[in-house]
Every structure is written in C-alpha cells, then in structure tokens.
Nanobody
Framework: QVQLVESGGGLVQAGGSLRLSCAASGNIFSIRAMGWYRQAPGKQRELVARIFNDGRTTYADSVKGRFTISRDNIKSPVVLQMNSLQPEDTAVYYC?????????WGQGTQVTVSS
C-alpha cells in the first residue's frame, strides 16, 4: 500500500507559475516511478510528467520546456514546477505512484489558469 498526499495548485493568470508537491508514504521502496497526470473536463486523463528511480524523466510534448518534475531521493516529495502556464493547462492534477503491477493515485488538486 502507498498513500499519496498532494499539495499546491490553485488559480493563476496566464504566464504565471505554480508548484505541485506529492508526498508518498507506506511501501515507497516498491515504487519504480512517480508521476503527475491531469484531467480536464470532458477529456481523458493524460500523463504530464514522470520521474523514475534512476532519475530519468519523461514529459508530455505539450509541457516540455515549461514544466519540470524533480525529486531529491525516493523518500522525498515529488515536485512539479509549472511555468508559463496557459489556459489549456487548466485541469485536475493527480499524483501517481507506479509499483510495476499496481498504480496508486492521489486525491487530485485543481489548477486553473485564467486568460
């Protein structure tokens, strides 16, 4: 079992920045990757960024160069720094823990970007 607690999010104007944080507890040593996904109204949930235990990162094309995912070590929170936010980034953002055969999700945090 893994528990995920998210923080951050909120309302920001276009061009602004926000920082999301996700703290994991429980069986954290079984996690192979942590990530952030988002789901906008009427759309499917999509990957935003992931970070693996070896430090490799992947990003959705739509956020490359604007968002950065980071984590100091496997016990540290996963941080998503979001810069140059645009209205199309508006969504509920979910933290994810990938344990190879099972995924765990946070409760979600709303990010709203006004134009």
């Amino acid at each position: 079992q893994v528990q995920l607690v998210e923080s951050g999010g909120g309302l920001v104007q276009a061009g602004g920045s926000l920082r999301l944080s996700c703290a994991a507890s429980g069986n954290i040593f079984s996690i192979r990757a942590m990530g952030w996904y988002r789901q906008a109204p009427g759309k499917q949930r999509e990957l935003v960024a992931r970070i693996f235990n070896d430090g490799r990162t992947t990003y959705a094309d739509s956020v490359k160069g604007r968002f950065t995912i980071s984590r100091d070590n496997i016990k540290s929170p996963v941080v998503l720094q979001m810069n140059s936010l645009q209205p199309e980034d508006t969504a509920v953002y979910y933290c994810n823990a990938d344990l190879w055969t099972k995924d765990y999700w946070g409760q979600g945090t709303q990010v709203t970007v006004s134009s």
